[in-house]
């Protein structure tokens, strides 16, 4: 089975008219074209009514092409030809350009500007008299083109458009070589003009020619005035010569006496269409007319002028500030950001920038560094004439840790105070601009930072104040860019402005890459920290006694060892084993080890509606006769090691039932110790020679302190009973609690 592949669709070409001044031209080219290629030519006028204009007539000669007229009523004619474009995707557009007004295609919100960045499809711009040609291209036998080539995308599309002009029609690639240039630099642009025109090098039709110029655009000009048409798809300049002071073809169409056709071939990738969504958002703002550019301009002048009033304004604002940094209000930092000038100082800068105002630049770079420096010895000098606790507040800490959420506020901030600046009627949003951008805490916090030797802080602080710094004159810039600034027509404001932006660009490159860093940082430590504390909840909740977490502080964070000390709440103390083992499972749930210190907060939890139950009294049987010996020995007795001067029996305390009495006999038997009383005893320590007794954080576990003999002690609900020892809580007069040896004590009465 034999397929066969459709045949190729005719080209189509559109003339957009929207005047009698671009008829002529704009008709004779498409018609040239489309007969040449035997494509279709539709007349698009855009024109108020339904009706076509009575000067647009095909003539009779054209009717050998197929010519069809669409008229378009639409209001904006830039609207109506990219529609047009987007719904019938046509080979080549044709547009007018007969006056071309300076820096139009980047400056203002002109309807050729705006096709030219919206349109999907090639586009053709031709500037030319009214009557061009005056006779049809196939009719004229001395034709001739001139298509400059520096090897950029167009050209190809170019060079394609003015070998199918005419059958006889005579082309010239030209390649332009230094003014200095040897034979030998004038031999290798030869060989570039070689490659670049090998595909039509076939053609009788092509020529090459290579020529010395002092620059490009005059090289240009001395040989389009002796050609018929200069045809140019390729720009060589930098892109802040393209955006800023007009890409080469447009020089030259303004500047070249005879026809000139700018050639421009749709970039569909993906670059492409994000250049044109940039165009779109760009384009968005209202254009600032040249008296509102000139009222702006005179508005940051005098606000980066550094007057006296300027600097008095940062010093009461950096007083202001440091005392609320110092006092860890909010509110007294926000009048602080509220009376500080600063951030007309930084608007002066970006304003320099983009008009390369080298004098503005200098006058609004000597303001902000003098306020800086004022601001911080302000702060330096507040702290030291302010008493304080000697520790950073929560506000100091919050501007000592900048991130990158810091470098975004500062551009919108940058981004909203232009917009307001250049604004009338919006200039009272100023004040929440200043709010937003915060230039003076962070100065002073670098200043209390110093007096405090604490170079964390302060270097902290001047980060975050130098983000605001460099994204403020960026925003800013941008803003008067967009509503119209442009710098002077001259080679020196034309290196002033590339150092301005490239600068701009790289230490906001910088900033990002510094904050990113430590936000990063903040991350990572704020997740390992989620995750130690979720480790810790976790084994702590296995202790004896209801125990929880109250705390933990990080000791130090070497590459060995993480150190940890952790509060925890128990009625029960735990033991040393239980500390090993909760050590050993934190390492292990971590990863890596651990060195912890675990801390007790003793708990009782009493209810004084409810009074605890007593037990029975033991029955006499079982009343425990204890027996003094002369040598007492660790585990005999538990009062500190000391060797006993004296014997003693301890006094047997009443039970429960307050009947017993105390008997004291070499071998006297003590009667049991009240298990439960509703209200709280009183007892003196005794019976321990001179040495005291132990305080202990559970009967029988761990040394919590000493108790002097003869010291009184209040006793407490609990009992227990550890090793045929019976142990009693206690409270002494210092406030402390924990259990002693029954034995040691004797009840006051």
Known sequence: ???????????????????????????????????????KLTVLCVAPGANAPDWLIIPAAYQDVDITIEVSSDDDVAHAVIGYAQKHHPSLLLVGWRKWTR???????????????QVPCDVAVVRADETFPETPFDENPHLSVLVPVAGGPNAPLAMELALNLAPHVNVTALRIAPEEADTANILAQQQQLKRLTQPWAENPRLHTKTIRAESVLKGILAEAEQHDITMLGASGESIFDQIIFGV????????????????????????GAIERQWWRMTHVLPMLSTEERADVYKQIRRGARPKID???????????????LLLNSPAVIIGAMLVAPLMSAIMGMGMGSIQADTKLLRLASSATLRGMLLAIAVGFVMKLIVPSNGEPTAEIFARAAPSLLDLGVALFSGLAGAYALSRKDMSSSLPGVAIAAALVPPLATVGIGAAWMRWDVAGGALLLFLTNLVTIIAASGLVFFILGFRPRHRPQSRRIFRRAVVSSALLLGVMIWLLGSLTLQSFQDSARKNKIDSVLRTEISTLPGQASLESWRLISDDADTLKIEVSVRASVVPSHQHAVEMQKRVAEALGYPVAMTLVTVRTTALDPLVPPTPTATPQPGNTPTPTASATATATATDAPTRTPTATATPSPLPSATGTATATVTPT???????????????????????????????PGGLRAGAIPENSVVTLLYRRAETDGREWVEVRDEAGRIGWVAVEYLAIIP
Do not use: C
């Open 1 to 39: 089975m034999v397929t066969r592949n459709s045949p190729p669709t005719p080209p189509h070409f559109v003339a957009a008219i929207g005047a009698i001044d671009h008829y002529w031209s704009l008709l004779s080219l498409g018609y040239t074209l489309a007969k040449s290629q035997g494509g």
């Open 103 to 117: 820096g139009e295609r980047y400056r203002l919100r002109g309807t050729l500007d705006t096709i030219l960045r």
């Open 248 to 271: 080469l073809p447009e020089r030259v169409g303004t500047q070249n006496p005879n026809a000139t056709i700018i050639i421009q071939r749709f970039d569909g990738t993906v670059g």
């Open 310 to 324: 300027f600097f008095v304004m940062i010093g009461l604002a950096a007083a202001i500030a440091s005392l609320g």
């Open 668 to 698: 006297a038997t003590a009667t049991p110790f009240p298990t439960a009383t509703a209200t709280p005893q009183r007892a003196v320590v005794a019976f321990t020679g001179g040495r005291g007794v132990v305080l202990r954080w559970s």
